[in-house]
Structures are given as structure tokens and as C-alpha cells.
């Protein structure tokens, strides 16, 4: 009670509560702010979302023909589930290049050579000109496993002469770009034929090779997939590297339906089992001399000269060497460039080849 007589309510109105005391927070500004922001985005994207769907799907643009040309085709390289993918007609820009499109035909794994309509075969079409009048004795080498390494297979087609053969190997990642090299500069080619070999399977001739373990329509199916890796190529050998097949040609059916292949297809043969009979279904012959076994300096040389010995007996001497190692390419130079002053030509292993048996009945 105040003087009086007055309560403090009576004089002031009601007393405030506890919560009256209590001042509010002021409200910042910034927050006033953002949610305007994102006030006005939550309406630009409801704006967006409307005006797309009015609009509706893109229409399609228009590709420029060059890039379409030179981009892989991304349907063409998953075919359907369950379903294998028939021979193609058209010829791959690559093979065009090395080969006469008459002397190929298509298959699943790839163009393969054939003689063509006018009986022209791979042997004379690619076969290297040699002078079959010159009386000299003559020396044949090839150079096998090509493409394996990039590097010494372009320092073998820089140095060697033409006159030697160079037998590409079917497993080379990008073959045709130095068959094609080597074609321009004279070179008769080979395709290295991957078949089973003595010590199989410590001596391992890769995933596509001929064995004796698989029932022939597997093998004329690797077969093919060999044939078709490279082009322009006369014919093949049977060795890739140091193996030679040794295991595969003990085997005479096999042996004999392959070299028949090969006659079909209008292909020269040659068996790298230095003594081996002449195949016997295709024209070929066997090689003489192995002259990079084992790949030294000092053996190179010895084989070298009994390779040139076997020439002058016998008119004609076939050697191989299975790498192009940086010896083996040295002591190749070095050799072949001396061969004229010793009496030897160096010739075209088509030079060499002999009519098969089957032909001479």
C-alpha cells in the first residue's frame, strides 16, 4: 500500500507478469535476406521445371560427317547376347592398303588371302622380282618374329636389305603399319605360323597356336585367325621366334590339312626344322641353317658362312633367324653387304620354294 491508500496496480494498471519483463531479441537482417534468396530460388527451378516440360525432349542435331567417319562404332563392337557376328563384306582401310582386294575374302576374324578369279595367287602377287637366269648360287634368309618389338623391327626394315624376308608374328599389337613400311621398301613377307613345339608346354607358342591336343576344326579355326592378322604377305613360316613347331609337323594328318589350307589360299610354306622333308601339299621347302642359334656374335657368323657353304653344294641354301635382336641385325648388315664379292646372290625366299609333290603327279 502506498500513501493514500493505493495499491501499486490501482495506480500504474495491472502489474506486468515475469515474461512481460523480458525483452525480445532483435531480428538481424541477414536472415531476412536469405530467406528471400531462397525464396526466389525455390521459384526460378518450379519456373524452369514448368518451362522444360512445355517444351519437351531436344530434337536431334546434326553430326558432322567427318567425325562420324572417325569415331568407332559404339553398336558395332557389342553385338546381342548370344549371337556371334557373320563374316563382314567391306575390306578394312588397313588391308586395302597392303593387298590386292581380288586376293581377299572375308571371315570372322578377319580378310584372308585366296587366289583370285583370274588365278592370280599371293606368291606372285607379292612375291619380290629376282632374276631367275643368274647362275650364281643362291642364299635365302628370314627374319622371323617381327612386330613383337616395335623399335628393332623398324631398325630391321631401315637396315637390312630387301632381298632378306620378314616374317611377322601373329601376336604384334600394330603389325600393319610396319608391314605396310616394309612393303613399300621391297620386303617379301611372311606371317609366322604359331604351332605346338618341342617342350610344349614348358615352351609356351601363345593362345591361338595349332596343337596336336585339339581336333582340327579348332586349329583351321586358329589358323585363320593367324592368316588373317596381317596382309600382302606371300606366305608363311611355321616358327614363331625360336619355337619352331617341332611337336605339330610330327603329327601328319594335322600337318598335311594345313598345308593344304595354305595351297587353297595360294601361299608359299616354309618349314623352320632346319633337314625337314619339302612340305609335301604346298609349295615351299624346309630351312637349312638356323643362324641365331644360339644368338651370339660368334655363332651368327659361323652359321653365316655354312649357310653360304650349303649354297655353292647345292645351288640354293635357306636360312632363319628367329628375333631381330640388335646382334642379329648387326652381323645380317654386316654380312649381306659383302655377299657380292664372295660369289653369292642373295635372293627372295620365294626364290627358293619348290613345287609340292601333289603337283608333280
Not at 495491472?14 to 519483463?21: G, I, Q, T
Not at 628370314?142 to 637396315?159: D, K
Not at 616354309?270 to 633337314?275: N, S, Y
Request: glycine share 10%.
Amino acid at each position: 500500500m502506498t500513501a493514500g491508500g493505493e495499491t501499486a496496480g490501482e495506480a500504474g494498471g495491472p502489474a506486468p507478469s515475469a515474461m512481460e519483463h523480458r525483452d525480445e531479441p532483435p531480428r538481424h537482417p541477414g536472415w531476412v535476406w536469405l530467406r528471400r534468396f531462397w525464396g526466389a530460388v525455390g521459384v526460378l527451378l518450379l519456373t524452369g521445371i514448368a518451362t522444360l516440360a512445355w517444351l519437351g525432349p531436344p530434337s536431334p542435331v546434326a553430326e558432322d560427317p567427318a567425325v562420324s567417319a572417325a569415331m568407332p562404332s559404339q553398336t558395332a563392337s557389342r553385338p546381342e547376347a548370344g549371337r556371334t557376328e557373320g563374316p563382314r563384306a567391306d575390306l578394312p582401310v588397313a588391308f586395302a592398303a597392303l593387298a590386292d582386294p581380288a586376293l581377299l575374302e572375308a571371315s570372322r576374324h578377319g580378310p584372308l588371302p585366296r587366289i583370285g578369279p583370274d588365278g592370280r595367287t599371293p606368291i606372285r602377287a607379292y612375291g619380290r622380282a629376282f632374276d631367275r637366269a643368274d647362275p650364281r648360287p643362291r642364299v635365302a634368309l628370314v627374319l622371323g618374329n617381327l612386330g613383337m618389338n616395335a623399335a628393332l623391327s623398324e631398325q630391321a626394315i631401315q637396315r637390312l636389305p630387301a632381298e632378306i624376308g620378314l616374317a611377322f608374328s601373329p601376336y604384334a599389337q600394330r603389325p600393319l603399319p610396319l608391314v605396310e613400311r616394309a612393303r613399300e621398301r621391297g620386303f617379301e613377307v611372311l606371317v609366322a605360323l604359331p604351332l605346338e613345339p618341342s617342350g610344349f608346354p614348358m615352351n609356351d607358342p601363345g593362345e591361338q597356336a595349332l596343337l596336336t591336343g585339339l581336333p582340327w576344326a579348332r586349329n583351321a579355326d586358329r589358323l585363320d585367325w593367324s592368316l588373317s592378322r596381317v596382309a600382302g604377305y606371300v606366305g608363311a613360316i611355321g616358327a614363331t621366334g625360336p619355337m619352331r613347331g617341332e611337336r605339330f609337323a610330327a603329327q601328319t594328318d594335322f600337318f598335311l590339312q594345313m598345308q593344304e589350307v595354305l595351297s587353297r589360299r595360294g601361299l608359299l610354306y616354309l618349314d623352320a626344322r632346319p633337314g625337314a622333308p619339302s612340305p609335301t601339299r604346298v609349295w615351299g621347302r624346309a630351312v637349312d641353317v638356323v643362324v641365331d642359334d644360339p644368338p651370339t656374335r660368334d655363332s651368327i657368323e659361323r652359321a653365316l658362312i655354312l649357310l653360304e657353304r650349303l649354297a655353292r653344294e647345292r645351288g640354293a641354301a635357306l636360312g632363319y633367324a628367329g628375333e631381330a635382336a640388335p646382334v642379329t641385325l648387326e652381323r645380317l648388315a654386316s654380312w649381306a653387304a659383302g655377299i657380292e664379292g664372295r660369289g653369292v646372290v642373295l635372293a627372295p625366299p620365294s626364290a627358293l620354294i619348290r613345287r609340292p609333290e601333289a603337283a608333280q603327279r
